[in-house]
């Protein structure tokens, strides 16, 4: 069966201070893989996806980025945090590319707090 | 534009039945799908429709109406353990999801 993991699960970071959450999956090849943030009160925002290693696509333009060094693993990073930042990040996988039932599994999620 | 509306938070009785509803305004549509998602954890899904309709699981049942633009996500026989929010998301013609904000159901005894 698939599993999908993700840490850390909470972390407390100061203003400016560099970020890297890790995100992998099990039991699946050439998943699409996704991060998302979750901010109180509003709607899941993609940040970026990936349907292949080295293949990242950007939907909100800021100071965070992603890698996909590995088919099933997916890492976002940032260089200096800011105090926006603060939120749950979700980082998820898909099997089905561009057909209708693109079901998405999350991971545990990732809470961050900048100070 | 998408555009995603539904309500912020309903309350309901243990036992009872509670109807949450999904608004939508697109130009492609690929699917609508209700995810429930417990505090503090991650989304699971739980339906989704694509075709106009009722699908039914178990206590959970999803409706989709299309040309109305509207689904609602219809819950029986509450239990505790639903009060958790509730997120309808759409899938554009890009087969990327737009989230609503959710609900959060509340349950009481």
């Known amino acids: 069966s698939q599993t999908i993991h993700q840490w850390p699960a909470t972390l407390v970071q100061p203003v400016g201070s560099p970020l890297s959450l890790e995100c992998t999956v099990e039991g699946t090849s050439n998943p699409n893989l996704y991060w998302y943030r979750q901010a109180a009160g509003r709607g899941l925002q993609l940040l970026f996806y990936?349907?292949?290693?080295?293949?990242i696509s950007s939907e909100v333009p800021q100071n965070l980025s992603a890698s996909r060094p590995q088919d099933r693993q997916f890492i976002l990073s940032s260089k200096k945090l800011l105090l926006s930042d603060s939120g749950f990040y979700l980082c998820a996988w898909s099997v089905l590319a561009g057909t209708g039932a693109n079901v998405l599994t999350f991971g545990a999620g990732s809470r961050l707090t900048v100070l | 534009g998408q555009n995603i509306d539904q309500p912020t938070e309903m309350t309901a009785t243990e036992g009872a039945i509670v109807q949450i509803n999904c608004t939508y305004q697109t130009s492609g549509f690929n699917g609508l799908f209700w995810y429930q998602q417990h505090a503090g954890e991650a989304p699971t899904f739980l339906s989704y429709?694509?075709l106009d309709g009722l699908e039914e699981k178990g206590r959970f049942s999803s409706f989709l109406s299309r040309s109305k633009g509207y689904s609602y996500l219809l819950l029986k026989e509450l239990q505790m353990k639903d009060s958790a929010s509730y997120l309808c998301a759409l899938m554009d013609s890009n087969y990327q999801l737009i989230w609503g904000a959710g609900t959060k159901l509340i349950i009481k005894p």
């Open positions: 429709n694509v």
């Open positions: 990936s349907v292949g290693i080295g293949q």
